[in-house]
């Protein structure tokens, strides 16, 4: 700083103009800046869930403008719908199929391709890129592929040795065929966040384990595996979540058939409201829908504040 | 690591490359043959001729024009309204102290949860009643917010030092000026995350077009493509997966040109 | 320019923490006042208020000649320098500067044209269209001045500007920044946790603990006559000895006197001598040395004896840690402390008539 300073600097400036800035300005701003995200929620998450939790007391059907009170009587018809139960028996096995199968094979991929090299990052995004493409290109791609006649997939069955599968056209396989489906397009997805919660894992643990001469499997058991446990764990629940959802694949892929076996709790509800116009039927299953979803959130919850509260 | 290990590693790594990018090249092939050469068993592996017609005629068997556009002006309608409303608002939440903060910032974690399959129908009632039912608007307003984005933004927004604030403060600068010439800029990357991940969940959606919309005026690409199946004289697997191509091909480009920003933002939802 | 007063201010947290207690400070008109004092003392809660970005609990906050309390930051017409520097890190360097300039709407040409001077004063001039991330910590905080310096303040703010640079950085831009303020003539209010800074820098320092001042003078004023212990074992390294009054009042001759509870001598003032040294000074003490650092131009002893244990610097060649020592206190560098810890000077009743006689020397006659 070698020259005179105030000779540099311009002395008729209005530097600072002093003005009181408005009380209620100030107080008011957070609530303008939160009101248009907050009024959207409003309009078309919040108030419909309550107007779903008051048709569900209701018998409509859309077109007359009577909506009669009937009390539990939409539940109590649920409950005692033969076709319902197995709606739900249908949801669980699908959900907790897709689940199970998912976790178990990402974890295995995720343990086998967390590693450094163009190799590993390309069949990463291999087995990423089914995720990111429409459920529809997904269902279609797929039902191709499980065409009885001329599908890929039973080219391959037969080259193993095996009869022709009636992958979705047969009630014993339509339900497998969709978890096969739901697999494939999300395992990438899982295996891309076990592999970011491996890599969270402090090394030292590994050095000091290499230092004590650990076993390998020992290795898994004792610092890997429970050292994922909360991604295991919260994945899980994100998955439980997202497979009692299902639809899409349903609707394009088989029409909640062959004899009802692959109906879904979404299907159901799309159905009674959008083509038998029971509006009650459907929205007492979907406050079935949010009763579940609503338990697994507050367990989501749970797990993430503790997570929250280990780091 | 042993050469025998190492060969049946890569012989594994290749099994699993098949698997998740076979279907991918099987689609491909498919919509370059004839009909007859989707008719054979065992299937043939690649088509004699390239059968680029099969796209036009997948194209052309319905406004399929209409479709893309609509499906342009949802995904990227949805964008703007999102960044238009989830910018201010994770700003709200990540810098200012009011009164109720916690009781909103609650709210929008709640509605996070709330998947679109759990409301379709009141939301559905509910747009009939405002005549929105069938139009563009129907697709677009319900995801005018993203709770996920604001929850994502006010993390990045909270790591903004203090300091360059109050810099700007002293500065003399208007909270506006420092949410666009400060914090937004600095927020760039996550906002990158976001934009692709809200783009790709909405091009790609089909569930709430096939609930919200009757005729073709406000049908969106997916839905036009799931229709392929409905044309007269059965599916043609030649055609579909030439729609299909058309459909999936927009969102290959962008996986390959951002690849690393998508898997990111996808992934941040897991991890959140 | 202008000065700045602080009447009765206080600061509460929560209903319940008091950071800052009803505090009363003048910063003189173009001085360069520094703020000093441990972490958690508030002195940043103290320049935060001056700067607008807290509200006092209480009290009055005065700029010049006007009340800023409701005033917002902007318009206080302050500049900063932030010990991180908070540059804006997605704009260029002349981005930066301009900013506030661009903010009270000063025409474009004016603006490049002032950017460009400050940029030449500071040295900055082939940097200005890089990012912050892409400078050195030197440069980054010469930014840092050069965007506050550009809007031509009433009053300068630096909240441990230096802290993030190495040593020898530290030391230029300490000198840099004391030509700097010659040159401005602006107020400039300093905060630093390093007494060493506070002490080579300022024109008066404030020193401050757990929300209150302890003391406010010019340093050598401070070094000289600390008010109370805190003071006194804040400024000089290593601080001052404070040890209980009562072993060195028998040796002094001085009748039982509960006004005074301890004293303190500077380890520069205190004297190792070898035991065989002949006698000259009143309160003389064996002691032995624990450990010794030597610095080159001086040496740092701990050394223990009757007393305690105490610090003690000398500039004459280091001693071998094993010889046979006295420490020699001479009576006229012995400060006097009351229970509180506050300073019993001589001026005050309470000090003992047989002490005065020392306050010309401690040789025995």
Redesign the interface.
Known sequence: ?S????S???DN?????????SVSRD?L??????A???I??L???????G??IY?SFHEWN?ISPEKTYVGLENFKRLVADPLFLEVIRNSLVYTFLSVFLTITISLA?SL?LNKKGW?YSF???????????????VS???M??M?A????LN?FV?KLGFEKVPWLTDPKFALISLVIVSV?KSV???T??FI??LQSIPKNLYEAASLDKTPKWRVLTKITLPMLSP?LF??TI?GL?NSI?V??TI??MTGGGPVNSTKTL?YY??EN??VFFK?GN??AA?VI??II?TIL?LI?FKVLSKKVHYQ | MPKVQKFLNGICLAFVVVIFALPFVWMISTSLKTLGETLVFPPQWLPENLVWQNFLDAWNSGPFLKYFLNSVIVAVGILIFQFATVIPAAYAFARYNFPLKNFFFAITMVTLMIPAQLIFLPVFLNLSSWGLLDTLWGLILPFATSAFGIFLLRQTFKQVPEEVIEAARLDNASEWKIMRRIMVPMAKPTLVTFGLFSFITHWNDYFWPLVMTTTDQSRTLPLGIAQLRQVEGGASWNILMAGNMILVIPILIIFFIAQRQIIRAFVYTGVK | MASITLKGVSKVYDNEKKVVEKMDLHIQDGSFTVLVGPSGCGKSTTLRMIAGFEKPTEGEIWIGNQLVNDLVPGKRDISMVFQNYALYPTMTVRGNIEFSLENIKIPKRKRKEMVEEIAEVVGLTEYLEKKPQHLSGGQRQRVALARAMVKKPEVFILDEPLSNLDAKLRGQMRTELIQLHKRLGTTFIYVTHDQVEAMSMADEIVILNKGKIMQQAAPMALYNNPKNTFVAEFIGTPAMNVLPFEEIRVDLNIENNPAITHFGFRPEHGRLVHSEDPQIFTLRYPSKIITRETLGSETIYLIENKLGRQHIKSTEPPLSEDADLALCIPVEKIYYFDRQGNRVEKENEAFPYTLQNHEKGGVKI
């Open positions: 700083m020259q005179d300073l105030l540099h600097l311009p400036q209005p530097v600072a103009v002093t003005t009181r800035r107080f701003r957070p609530y303008i800046m939160i248009p995200a907050l959207v929620f309009l078309f998450f919040l108030f419909p869930i107007y779903m048709l859309f991929l086998w190799i069949i990463q995004g291999a087995v990423f890129s089914p995720h990111i493409i429409s459920l529809v290109s279609m791609l797929w191709w592929m065409d006649d001329y599908g890929l080219w037969e494939w990438g997805y899982y891309l966040i970011a919660g991604t919260f994945l994100i979540i959802q639809f899409e609707n394009i979404v509800i799309y409201g959008f509006l459907a929205s979907g829908l949010l979803l959130t989501y």
